[in-house]
């Protein structure tokens, strides 16, 4: 079936650090994947659609400059959390929409990566 | 605007009993619903789908929703859960290519 990839999946990093999180689709192109977050016990938040070459389209309130999205290639996308603060500190879910019948695409989520920002 | 409503955020059951976790929906157009499965410290797993067709969907572990357009519903199902049911179960829907998501329901599956 389809796979979705993250990496990492923990990481722990300073305040004012940056910190890179890559979303690959391991057996199909993706011209299009989503970033979302999620809180504890809290359901997942859009954050962004992030589109193949060219720019990602972000939901109302999420800091453009705050969360870039790069999506490199047809498999890649990549969030990047830049200057990280503990209030950032959550669970970052890609997922990627495969093509199938009737043009109906399905969503493929990644494992999620777990951040937490000292 | 499309929502996602899921009317329980707890469901505490015993192993073998059946199970029913509510969702509905509102919208304007023609929608698409999902119910996705996340196991501790995991990502979101598709449970089952309704595009279009059947009302009726099964996933391949005994879980089931039925499409109800009249009370706009997408409830899930399972006459008999298992301890490894344990997980929290989001609803969604989806409009163009965005998916919305409910708040989730935490079913607890006691011995």
């Known amino acids: 079936g389809a796979v979705v990839s993250q990496h990492p999946s923990r990481v722990i990093c300073k305040s004012g650090t940056s910190v890179k999180i890559e979303c690959r689709s391991l057996?199909?192109?993706?011209?299009?994947m989503f970033w979302y977050r999620q809180f504890p016990k809290q359901s997942l938040m859009l954050m962004a659609t992030?589109?193949?070459?060219?720019?990602?389209?972000?939901e109302q309130g999420v800091e453009k400059d705050k969360f870039l999205i790069n999506h490199a290639s047809l498999t890649l996308s990549t969030l990047t959390v830049t200057s990280a603060h503990p209030e950032d500190s959550s669970f970052y879910i890609c997922?990627?929409?495969?093509?199938?019948?009737?043009?109906?695409?399905?969503?493929?989520f990644g494992p999620g990566t777990r951040l937490t920002v000292l | 605007a499309q929502s996602v409503t899921q009317l329980d955020s707890q469901v505490p059951v015993f192993e073998e009993a059946p199970v029913e976790l509510r969702c509905n929906y509102s919208?304007?157009?023609?929608?698409?619903l999902f119910w996705y499965v996340q196991y501790p410290n995991q990502g979101l797993q598709l449970l089952l789908k309704?595009?279009?067709?059947?009302?009726l969907v099964e996933s391949i572990n005994g879980f089931e929703a039925e499409f109800n357009k009249s009370q706009t519903s997408f409830h899930l199902r399972k006459p008999s859960v298992h301890i490894s049911d344990t997980a929290e179960y989001f609803c969604a829907g989806q409009n163009t290519d965005k998916l919305i998501f409910g708040t989730g329901t935490r079913l607890q599956v006691f011995p």
């Open positions: 992030s589109n193949e070459g060219s720019k990602a389209t972000y």
């Open positions: 309704y595009l279009s067709g059947s009302t």
């Open positions: 057996d199909f192109q993706a011209t299009t």
């Open positions: 919208s304007s157009v023609s929608v698409y």
């Open positions: 997922s990627a929409p495969r093509p199938g019948l009737a043009g109906k695409d399905t969503q493929y």
